[in-house]
């Protein structure tokens, strides 16, 4: 199972519908050991549906998904019968999910956070729990913020923690949905240090976001979503650089627009 | 069993109970909503002792039982000389006084929820006190919290079951004694339940609706 | 109109004791209301449409009927369905029932101001059902739906008043008997009106001391 060939995760023609909204249509995606994909895409692209559907946040309706070669969420294809909760959660124990909007528990402390889930679902007694949280915490650089509540952190310290509470469960597989849209911008950069860290200690990472920087400086694989399909996929080069596609080149166009307009009022005087 | 017989025999005296009940509930809602007007006002007025009294009579008529309240009218108004007062009389005085207690509370939150600009507004253009409670803060007030008024009706229509304890006979009263005679106390208790649901039930959809739309709105 | 405090005072043994009664019959409906009412709303918000709308015409009916008439079915009618109840286990039961229903829709709001994404966070982390209620959701829903609680029960507490209309010994009762007995209803009801109040500005204090020592840690900012 764990021979560098097979992708960790495999998506066979994914598709999901909200009523009459086709959300995703037929998405095929590997992803490899190691890995780190960024998908990128205007907003009502499907890109966080398709995200959400990797943690069965979403129940995909159509297709297949993979998580070490067992079938996320469902407990057979056709007829589409759903999966015990106990399955699922077996199935979802190889990975980490961290939110747009952070989602600590607000009546725990941080390092109440990180360890709630060692000991009531790893079954981690108080003091292992606590050692491994303290050192999790360590490693996003909030040691000393394990007794502060979520309410006394910065956004971007929460979503240390939060990165930190995924990372507990040592999963093999990190996702990360939109983890820097909800700070402010000088917060941002802290948040994707740890990322950009865990990238190179060799996690895998599935990673929407609207940092085209982090993209092409971390991805392995850069995906272009698009009305619910991936219509461009490659190395950060081929798609930031050497892309044809025009919807592609029309985003990157509006990021550039947008960024170069910041720009501009920076160099303007006051 | 349902005894469908004793039902329909007994139907003519539990719908002039249901009058009772609704008349004692409702005329003492009304008395109740004057009430509570009253003492909200009081426990918004600038004078401090105004503002002690609202509050003492909200703590009053809101800490004591229904139930208490009513004995005392029933026992003590007769020892401070108003002896003739007619159950339905005393009814309606202790609903009215436990109520307009509710009433305050709900109304003070709707007093509190006007822009006070327009306040001075309306004392900018001449309105005496009375004129710009009458016309500017009681209407707003009662469409801001139509839902919670409702709601306090429902309360008030159930609690009215004890005014039996002064010797009215409402739906209540008239139940209990029907089961006495008839000993069907599971289906006479049921159909007096099913009396209430059929007033209660529909005023709480109303209540919903009311608090839909005015979310809606606002 | 006189005081006669002895009247008071040579039946402080009885008073207590009913006033012992108030508090098991309040304590006790207030448990198990508590209980049915978090049962009530966990099943009608987990448990699919076959559960949600038999629940919902309970709750509607519950707060319709008004609580003496639910005691006089469950004391009087019970029997008739094979549930011959002493009074007090009739009233701890009609309170609890009669009470479930409002903490049940109490519930059910604080269920929904729990962010979704708190629970999607334990999903994520392999945690259950049960884990994800008892551990994320109320514990953060408790700051919101505190005051709501407590008002619920001093409400009850009063309700218990009219356990003395099935016989049940507790303090209105008592006192009442006294004042049909010595006819002096003048100090009895004082008596009475004044434990009440006590009763309710205590447990109201309580609230209050309980939602600053819950809210302290939980102020979002």
Known sequence: MNDVTTPILTLRNVGKRFGTNQVLKGVDLDVQRSEVVCLIGPSGSGKSTLLRSMAFLEEYDEGEIHINGQLLGWQSISPRRRASRSRLNQVRSSLGMVFQQFNLWPHMSALGNVCEALVRVKGLTRSDAERKGRAMLDKVG??????????????????????????????????????????DPELVG????????????????????????????????????????????????DIFHDTEHPRLQQFLQNYLDRNAFWQDLKETPA | ???????????????????????????????????????ASMRLSPTPLL?????????????????????????LLPRIGLPNIPPIGAAIIGLALASGAYIAEIFRGGFLAIPHGQLEAANLLGLSPWQTLTRIKVPQAIRLTLPALVNEMILLIKASSLVSVVGLADLTRVAQNLAASNYLFLQTYLVLALFYCLINIPLAGLGSLLERRLGRSA | MMFDVSIITDRVEPILHGLLVTFQTWFAGVLIGLVLGLGIAVLQLFGGRWLRIPLRMFIEVIRATPFLVLLFLLYYGGPEFGLSL?????????????????????????????????????????????????RVQLPQMLVIILPALVNMITILCKETAVLSIITIPELTMVLT?????????????????????????????????????????????
């Open chain 1, 190 to 237: 802290e948040v994707l240090q740890v990322m950009k860290q865990l990238a190179a200690d060799g996690m895998t990472m599935v990673v929407v976001t609207h940092e085209m920087g982090f993209a092409a400086q971390v991805a392995d694989t850069v995906a272009f979503l698009d009305g619910g399909h991936i219509v461009a996929k490659g190395a950060p080069r």
């Open chain 3, 177 to 221: 008997g006294i004042g049909s007995e010595t006819f002096a209803f003048v100090e009895t009801l004082l008596v009475l009106c004044i434990g009440y109040l006590i009763l309710i500005e205590l447990s109201s204090r309580l609230g209050l001391w309980l939602e600053r020592r819950v809210g302290r840690f939980l102020v979002r900012s």
């Open chain 2, 51 to 75: 503002r002690r009294l609202g509050g003492a009579y909200i703590f009053v008529f809101r800490g004591v039982p229904l139930l208490v309240q009513l004995l005392f009218i029933y026992y």
């Open chain 1, 142 to 183: 909030l040691a000393e913020k394990a007794d502060a509540f979520p309410a006394q952190l910065s956004g971007g310290q929460q979503q240390r923690v939060a990165i930190a509470r995924a990372l507990a469960m040592e999963p093999s597989l990190m996702l990360f949905d939109e983890p820097t849209s909800a700070l």
């Open chain 2, 1 to 39: 069993m349902f005894d469908w017989p004793t039902f329909l025999e007994s139907l003519p005296l539990m719908a002039q109970a249901l009058v009772v009940t609704l008349q004692t509930s409702l005329v003492g809602l009304a008395f109740g909503f004057v009430i509570g007007i009253a003492v």
């Open chain 3, 86 to 134: 002493e009074p007090i286990t009739a009233g701890i039961l009609g309170m609890g029932v009669y009470g479930s229903v409002y903490f049940a829709e109490i519930f059910r709001g604080g269920f929904q101001s729990v962010p979704k994404g708190h629970v999607e966070a334990a999903e994520c982390l392999g945690m259950g059902r049960w884990q994800c209620i008892w």
